[in-house]
């Protein structure tokens, strides 16, 4: 286990940062401390990310300037091309987004294999050359399919797709999603059905994107679902429950050290995704406390 990072080593970091850059480092020389920074940033167990949508009113280029001194190792649910943007700053993708049809058309209708096949032949050699390693991927809508139908039709897509995941070392991984509250009508929206279509899939290749946040609104018992199927889940994103706020709000039900010292027993160390809507002036700020909630 790493030493926690308390907060005067943290500001002690920034200062020493500041006061380099005041000597006279070039652009070059930050770029190149930047492009070596990597994930060396980790702090406590696993790595820190945060999702670009819930900051709309920040660009994608501050918000990579100012990703390290918050203690985010990446910034997510951005396409591949934007990717060298991250690169630049130091930072890394956790979870790459773009996958036509979106959340509702997704692998669970045949009509949508050829596009999203198409997509992953193109993109995912693509963001392996760029530096990631996780795409994101959705069941799609039921319109009145069964659960075990779209299982069927959704492991028949992502057979057309998993060989080469499997031979670039990839992972594609399926998000679970509540259909109570956001997600109407959402197939893959809870964590059973999930592991069953891992299980029929069979490769390492595929796997969960398990939102705590959506999973909570749909089953509740987070931490034994964690320990009892971890290895079918690749990443995690947070969120405040009600609302998909601040995850130390005044009505926030979960608790989120214990899911996230759960999720640490595990001996899970890549990323955990910060996917709630800041609802305070200063948006980064409330990022930041979450990062630290969150770090065990």
């Not at 963001?127 to 039921?142: P, T």
Request: proline share 3%; hydrophobic share 40%; glycine share 8%.
């Amino acid at each position: 286990m790493s030493n926690p990072i308390t907060r005067r080593t943290a500001l002690k970091s920034i200062a020493t940062t500041s006061a380099l850059a005041a000597t006279g480092g070039t652009l070059a020389s930050s770029t190149a401390a930047a492009a070596d920074h990597k994930s060396t940033s980790k702090l406590g167990r696993y790595k820190h990310s945060a999702c670009k949508w819930c900051y709309k009113n920040i660009s994608l280029e501050e918000m990579a300037a100012k990703g390290r001194d918050l203690g985010l190792d990446s910034i997510e649910l951005v396409n591949v091309d934007e990717l060298p943007i991250l690169t630049k700053n130091g930072l890394k993708c956790a979870m790459v987004w773009g996958v036509p049809g979106g959340i509702t058309e997704g692998l669970n209708d045949a009509a949508n294999h050829d596009a999203i096949a198409g997509f992953m032949e193109r993109e995912l050699p693509r963001m392996v050359d760029l530096g990631a390693k996780n795409m994101i991927c959705f069941s799609g809508n039921r319109r009145g399919q069964s659960p075990e139908e779209g299982l069927e039709v959704c492991a028949q897509g992502i057979a057309r797709f998993i060989p080469l995941a499997e031979k670039l070392n990839v992972t594609v991984s399926m998000e679970l999603l509540n259909s109570r509250v956001n997600h109407e009508d959402y197939l893959c929206d809870r964590t059973p059905w999930g592991v069953q279509l891992c299980e029929k899939v069979g490769s390492q290749s595929f796997k969960l994107l398990y939102d705590i946040y959506h999973m909570q609104i749909m089953e509740g018992d987070l931490i034994r679902t964690i320990r009892d199927h971890h290895q079918w889940i690749s990443h995690y994103h947070t969120g405040g429950n009600p609302g998909r706020h601040e995850l130390d709000g005044l009505y926030q039900e979960i608790d989120y050290k214990a899911v996230m010292r759960a999720i640490a027993d595990t001996g899970y160390t890549d990323f955990v995704g910060q996917e709630f809507m800041p609802t305070e002036d200063d948006p980064l700020a409330a990022l930041a406390r979450a990062i630290k909630l969150c770090t065990v």
